[in-house]
């Protein structure tokens, strides 16, 4: 019996090649690239390509999206040769928030947080600048620096957010600075 051959990430210029071929499609559909990961099992390849936008991304961008890379990678097919697997796809509610860019989709959604000093905790999304977020945590508003942040993911919620915590994080930048904020003196 055979062992299975390991499948290795592609380290070396191949997913650079792919990104300049791949993401100016992505960008003309109205999507960012937000991940191009290569994988090779043997001589087989499977190029998984994640997009995303501020207004999401449904089943028939996916669709779109999937025939315009397919189309291109055709066109350079020399980068792949004959063997490949494509997948399109958004992400996924497991991704790990790790931009201002996710911190932003993620305004109003749950999300459970570690920090670099081990505290854990969960809180709601408020507005997102270039260095923190303003979260709801056990109703007080806290800032959250990036820098501080080891993970973070968006919670999967059935219900929508309560109308309480939505009023306490409208326009939560112009409360910037302030750290703990009841609802009881935000009301």
Avoid at 17 to 39: K, M, N, S, T, Y
Avoid at 85 to 104: F, N, Q
């Amino acid at each position: 019996m055979s062992s299975p051959r390991p499948v290795q990430h592609e380290p070396g210029p191949l997913p650079v090649q792919l990104h300049g071929v791949l993401e100016p499609i992505v960008r003309e559909a109205g999507f960012e690239l937000d991940e191009l990961d290569v994988q090779t099992v043997g001589r087989r390849h499977t190029v998984k390509v994640v997009v995303d936008s501020d207004a999401g991304v449904g089943l028939d961008d996916i669709a779109g999206l999937s025939r315009a890379a397919a189309n291109e990678l055709e066109a350079h097919e020399h980068l792949l040769g004959d063997s490949y697997t494509l997948e399109v796809t958004s992400p996924g509610v497991e991704r790990a928030l790790t931009g201002v860019r996710h911190w932003r989709r993620s305004h109003l959604r749950q999300v459970a947080v570690r920090t670099h000093d081990g505290a854990s905790f969960v809180g709601r999304v408020g507005d997102a600048d270039e260095a923190a977020v303003t979260l709801l945590v056990d109703g007080a508003l806290r800032e959250l620096r990036y820098a501080d942040v080891a993970h973070a993911a968006v919670e999967v919620e059935f219900r929508s957010p309560p109308e309480a915590e939505v009023r306490l994080l409208q326009g939560t930048s112009s409360t910037r600075g302030t750290t703990d904020t009841t609802p009881e003196e935000t009301a």
